[in-house]
C-alpha cells in the first residue's frame, strides 16, 4: 500500500515516573527532512530518534516535538558547604575589624554567595531515559503511519480511476484516427475529381497521398506506449512502498507521448479529447507530488 508524504501522529504515555509526549506531522518535500525539538535532559538521543524517523520514513519533512514531564519533579539534594561558608564568614568578619565596616551579615545575605549550598541530583540513567523515550516515539509512529496509510489508500484510488478515464480517452483517439485518415482520403478524392473533371483519376496516387497522411498523423505507437505506462503505474500501485519518485519520472514519459499525439492530431475533436488526457495527466501529477 502507498502512503501519503502528510500525516500527523501523537502519543502520550508516563513511563517510570515521567510522562513523555511525543508528536509528529510532515509535509510533502523531495527527500527526507527530519528536525527533531526535545528538551535538554533528553538531548542525547537525538539521532536515535531520528534514525527511528528515517527507518520509517522515505521522504518528507517531518517534524518532531518532544516533552518531559517528571511527576513530582526530580528529586535533588541541597546540604550546605560548610568549608565554602566558613571562608566567606572569616573574610567579612576581617572586613568588619581592619576596615570598620557595619556587622550586617544575615542569612540572606550568606545564601546569595556563590557555592554556598551544593545541590545534588540523582544520577541520570540515560540509556534507560532513551529506552522509556523510544518506547513512545514508536507509538507515535505508528499513528503518524496509519493515518498515511489513509490517506495513501485515498490517492491510490484517485490515480487508478484518472488511469482508467485516460484509457477511455486513448481509445476516443485511436478510432477518430482512423476516421481521420478516411475522410482526409475523401476529401482528396472528391478535391481531384473537382479539378480533373472528367479526367481520369490515378486511383494509385490516391492511395500513395492517403498513406503518406496516415503515417504522419498515426498515433499507435505512442497510445501503445500510453498504456504500457498506465499498466506500469497500476503495477507500482500493486507493489505499493516509496514509489512517489518513480510515479513522477514516470509520469513525464505519459506527458512525452501525450504531446506527440497531440501534435499529430489534425482533427478538433481530437485535439480536444487529447486536451483532456493532459488534464488528468496533471491532476495524477500533482497527485504524485503528495505519494511517499
Known amino acids: 500500500m502507498i502512503k501519503s508524504m502528510t500525516g500527523y501522529g501523537r502519543a502520550v504515555e508516563t513511563v517510570n515516573g515521567r510522562e513523555f509526549t511525543v508528536e509528529l506531522r510532515s509535509v510533502n518535500n523531495r527527500y527526507l527532512d527530519c528536525s527533531v525539538r526535545l528538551p535538554r535532559i533528553v538531548s542525547f538521543a537525538e539521532d536515535t530518534v531520528k534514525q527511528a524517523v528515517k527507518n520509517a520514513i522515505s521522504r518528507g519533512k ?56 551544593v545541590v545534588e541530583k540523582p544520577e541520570l540513567d540515560e540509556e534507560q531515559l532513551q529506552s522509556d523515550l523510544m518506547s513512545v516515539v514508536q507509538k507515535a509512529l505508528e499513528g503518524y503511519n496509519a493515518m498515511r496509510t489513509t490517506e495513501g489508500a485515498a490517492l491510490d484510488q484517485d490515480l487508478r480511476s484518472r488511469g482508467n478515464t485516460i484509457l477511455e480517452l486513448v481509445s476516443k483517439v485511436e478510432e477518430g484516427n482512423g476516421k481521420t485518415v478516411a475522410d482526409y482520403r475523401a476529401r482528396l478524392e472528391a478535391k481531384l475529381r473537382e479539378v480533373l473533371e472528367n479526367t481520369a ?53 505519459m506527458n512525452r507521448e501525450a504531446n506527440t499525439i497531440g501534435s499529430k492530431c489534425t482533427d478538433v475533436n481530437l485535439a480536444r479529447i487529447v486536451v483532456d488526457i493532459k488534464a488528468e495527466l496533471e491532476k495524477i501529477r500533482e497527485q504524485t507530488q503528495n505519494i511517499e
Open 62 to 117: 517531518v517534524d518532531v516535538f518532544i516533552s518531559i514531564h517528571a511527576e513530582g519533579g526530580e528529586e535533588v539534594s541541597i546540604s550546605l558547604n560548610k568549608n565554602v561558608l566558613e571562608g566567606y564568614l572569616g573574610a567579612m568578619r576581617q572586613m568588619v575589624t581592619e576596615f570598620g565596616v557595619a556587622d550586617d551579615i544575615s542569612v540572606s545575605v550568606a545564601s546569595r554567595l556563590p557555592d554556598v549550598f
Open 201 to 253: 483519376i490515378d486511383e494509385s496516387r490516391i492511395l500513395t497521398e492517403a498513406a503518406i497522411f496516415a503515417d504522419k498523423v498515426a498515433v499507435d505507437e505512442e497510445t501503445v506506449r500510453l498504456r504500457s505506462h498506465l499498466q506500469q503505474m497500476n503495477t507500482m500501485l500493486d507493489g505499493g512502498g516509496a514509489v512517489g519518485r518513480k510515479l513522477d519520472f514516470l509520469l513525464q514519459e
